[in-house]
C-alpha cells in the first residue's frame, strides 16, 4: 500500500518531466537541423534543448529559488554565446552580417516552457508545438512578411490585432444611453467582425487572383459592402459592356457575403433571433450563388476589376462609419419605439434598410435581445429592410451601369429576395 502511494505520488511529476523533455527535443530537433544548415548559427542542438527543458522542470518542482538561479545563469550563458556569436560576426548566411537571436531566445523558451510543464503539462506542450512550428517556418515567414505582405496591408492587419485584442477587452459590456441600445462592446465586436470577414475576403481574391474572375471578386467585394460592389460591377459593365451578364452575376454573389455578415450582426446580438433567420439567409444566399454561376456559364470573365482587387482587405474609415452608422440607427430606433411603441418598427426598417442593411437588421435584434420586440415581428422587420435595400440596389444599378445592366442584376436580386421571402414565411407558418 506504502509503495502504491509513492507511485502516485510521484506519478504528475514523471508526467511534467516527460513533457518537458518532449519539449525539448521537439525544439532541439529544429535547431539542430538549422545548426546543420549553417553550423556557426546554431551552438545549440538536441542534447541542449533537451536538458533545458529538463531543468526548467527541475527548477520548478524545487522551488521558486531554483528558477530564478537557473535562469540567471542561463542568461549569463545566452548572451555571452550571443556576443562571442557577434564578435566573430557569424550569422546564419556566413557573409559576416550580424547573427540573430533565435536560438537564444528558444534556449530561454525552452527553459520556461519546462518550468511552465510542472504546472500545465498540456498547456507546455501544446506552447512547444507552437515554438517549434514557428521556428521550422523560417523562410516561410520570412517570405510572407517581405514578398507576399505589403506595408499597406500589415498596417491593415495591425489595426485589425488592435482593434481585437486592444480596444475590445478594454470596452464595457453594459449599455450607455437612456433606451437601453448602446453597448460599446458588442458595437465594436460588430467592427471587428466586418474587419475579419472583409479580411477572409480578401485573403480569397489575393490568393486565387484572376483565376476565377469577376465572380471571386464579386464575392470577395460583398463581404464588405454588397452595395459599393453594385456599383464598381455597373462600372465595369458600363466600360466593357461585353461583360454585363457575368458583371451582373457577380453583383448578385455579393449578397453571399452580405448574407454572411447578416447572420454573424444577428446571431451576435439576438441568437434567437438568427435561429429565425438560419433558413431564409441560407435559401437567399443558395439563390444567389446559383444565379451567379448561371452568369459564369453564359459568359466569360476575361479580367478582374481592379477596383475589386484592391490593395487593402478593408478600409478602416469605412469601417468606423459603419459602426457609427449603426449606432445612429440603434439609437433612433430605440428612441422612436420608446415614443411611438414597438409597432412603429416596421416603418423604420424601410429608410434602415437604405441606409445599412445590417445596422437595420442590428437594431431589430437589439429589441429581441433587450425583450422589447418579439422574434417574429423582429423577422418581418428584417424582410421590409432587406426589400428596401434591394430595391435601392436596382436603382443604382441602372444609375451606374446602364438600362441592360440593371436588367441582368434587378431579376436575380429580386429572386433573392423571394427566396428570403418565401423561406420565412414557410418557417414562419
Not at 458595437?187 to 475579419?196: C, Q
Not at 441602372?398 to 436580386?413: F, H, I, S
Request: proline residues 5%.
Amino acid at each position: 500500500m506504502p509503495s502504491d502511494i509513492g507511485i502516485l505520488s510521484i506519478a504528475p511529476h514523471v508526467t511534467a518531466l516527460g513533457v518537458g523533455l518532449g519539449v525539448g527535443l521537439l525544439i532541439g530537433l529544429e535547431r539542430e537541423r538549422a545548426k546543420g544548415r549553417h553550423p556557426s548559427a546554431a551552438p545549440a542542438g538536441v542534447r541542449t534543448f533537451s536538458m533545458l527543458g529538463l531543468a526548467g522542470v527541475v527548477a520548478a518542482l524545487i522551488g521558486t529559488t531554483a528558477i530564478g538561479v537557473a535562469g540567471f545563469f542561463l542568461a549569463l550563458v545566452v548572451t555571452a554565446g550571443y556576443l562571442r556569436n557577434r564578435g566573430d560576426g557569424s550569422a546564419p548566411g556566413g557573409n559576416g552580417t550580424p547573427p540573430g537571436l533565435t536560438t537564444e531566445v528558444a534556449m530561454l523558451t525552452t527553459f520556461l516552457l519546462g518550468v511552465l510543464a510542472a504546472s500545465s503539462t498540456v498547456l507546455a506542450a501544446g506552447l512547444g508545438v507552437v515554438v517549434a512550428t514557428i521556428l521550422a517556418s523560417r523562410a516561410r515567414l520570412h517570405r510572407f512578411a517581405r514578398q507576399w505582405l505589403s506595408e499597406r496591408e500589415l498596417h491593415d492587419l495591425l489595426i485589425l490585432a488592435v482593434s481585437a485584442f486592444v480596444v475590445l477587452p478594454l470596452l464595457p459590456d453594459v449599455t450607455v444611453d437612456p433606451w437601453d441600445s448602446i453597448n460599446p462592446r458588442r458595437l465594436w465586436w460588430l467592427v471587428v467582425a466586418v474587419m475579419s470577414i472583409a479580411s477572409a475576403g480578401y485573403l480569397v481574391l489575393r490568393t486565387f487572383g484572376a483565376r476565377f474572375g469577376l465572380a471571386i471578386a464579386g464575392l470577395a467585394g460583398g463581404f464588405a459592402s454588397s452595395t459599393a460592389t453594385v456599383l464598381a460591377m455597373g462600372e465595369r459593365a458600363r466600360e466593357d459592356p461585353s461583360l454585363t451578364t457575368i458583371a451582373a452575376g457577380a453583383a448578385i454573389l455579393a449578397n453571399v457575403g452580405s448574407l454572411a455578415q447578416m447572420a454573424v450582426v444577428v446571431g451576435s446580438l439576438a441568437p434567437d433571433l438568427l435561429s429565425r433567420l438560419a433558413y431564409p439567409l441560407l435559401a437567399a444566399g443558395l439563390t444567389a450563388a446559383c444565379w451567379a454561376a448561371v452568369a459564369a456559364w453564359r459568359a466569360d470573365a476575361t479580367a478582374v476589376p481592379t477596383r475589386l482587387a484592391g490593395s487593402r482587405p478593408f478600409r478602416p474609415g469605412s469601417v468606423l462609419q459603419f459602426v457609427f452608422v449603426l449606432a445612429g440607427v440603434l439609437l433612433l430606433t430605440a428612441i422612436v419605439r420608446a415614443w411611438l411603441g414597438s409597432g412603429s418598427l416596421p416603418w423604420l426598417m424601410v429608410p434602415s434598410g437604405i441606409a445599412d442593411i445590417h445596422a437595420a437588421a442590428a437594431a431589430a435584434a437589439q429589441g429581441v435581445a433587450s425583450g422589447q420586440i418579439d422574434p417574429t415581428l423582429a423577422a418581418a422587420c428584417v424582410l421590409i429592410a432587406y426589400a428596401s435595400s434591394a430595391a435601392f440596389k436596382c436603382v443604382l444599378a441602372y444609375a451606374k451601369g446602364g438600362k441592360t445592366y440593371a436588367l441582368r442584376v434587378a431579376p436575380g436580386t429580386l429572386a433573392v429576395l423571394a427566396a428570403f421571402a418565401a423561406t420565412l414565411w414557410w418557417t414562419m407558418k
